[in-house]
């Protein structure tokens, strides 16, 4: 039996992670686990507002001292579907080496530096995530692909499709052989 196809997607505040995992649950079917999502019920559960600072000191106290608990608790949520299931919001190194030494294929997304300015403009009403751990190790993460997200949702929809061909063809070599680290490859 073929073991599900697993992805976390990784990268800065307004690099397209969010677009690119609602891309993969309307397009492919995937179950959606947000870290975001679990830093958003955590806020709400202490009534505390939802702007970008607030949940950064959610995913800070729900990590604890330990930097893969979060990853840990996406991952158990994950391991409930039984379907492809892609874990959106890796922000910590920690985090992207947990899941991938559990077989998660890593999607690095980037976007050009305006393109993150201008949605974060609009989303949080600064051009920058303000500083924190997250975002300095956000913007380094390794993948063993890369979606650049832009202004034009072909290319991204282009890049999403090969991403999850990626994907299932790496689940189908896996069950057959024992593979090493998979080797980036740049989807733009």
């Known amino acids: 039996m073929m073991r599900p196809v697993r992805l976390y997607l990784a990268g800065p505040a307004g ?9 993969l649950v309307r397009d492919y079917r995937f179950a959606r686990v947000s870290l ?4 958003r019920e ?21 990590r604890g001292p ?3 608990r979060l990853a840990v608790l996406a991952w158990e949520l994950a391991r409930r579907e039984p379907g492809p299931v892609v874990i959106d919001g890796v922000r910590l ?15 690095r997304v980037s976007a050009p530096e305006r393109v993150r ?3 974060l403009l609009s989303r949080d009403g600064t051009t920058a995530a303000p500083p924190h751990a997250t975002e300095s190790e956000a913007e380094t993460l390794p993948g063993s692909c890369c979606v650049c997200t832009g ?10 499709r090969l991403v999850v061909a990626r994907a299932h063809l790496l689940a189908v070599v896996s069950r057959t052989t024992a593979l090493g680290p998979a080797h980036p490859v740049q989807i733009r």
């Not at 690099?15 to 891309?23: D, I, L, P, Q, R």
């Not at 190194?93 to 999607?107: C, D, F, I």
């Open 15 to 23: 690099s397209g992670k969010t677009t690119v995992a609602e891309m």
């Open 36 to 39: 975001g999502g679990l830093c």
């Open 42 to 62: 955590e806020a709400r559960r202490r009534g505390l507002p939802e702007d970008r600072a607030t949940l950064q000191a959610m995913g800070d106290a729900l």
């Open 66 to 68: 330990e930097p893969t």
């Open 93 to 107: 190194r920690a985090e992207a080496e947990w899941l991938s030494a559990r077989g998660a294929l890593g999607v």
């Open 117 to 119: 300015a201008a949605r």
């Open 151 to 160: 202004e034009d949702l072909t290319d991204l929809s282009r890049g999403t």
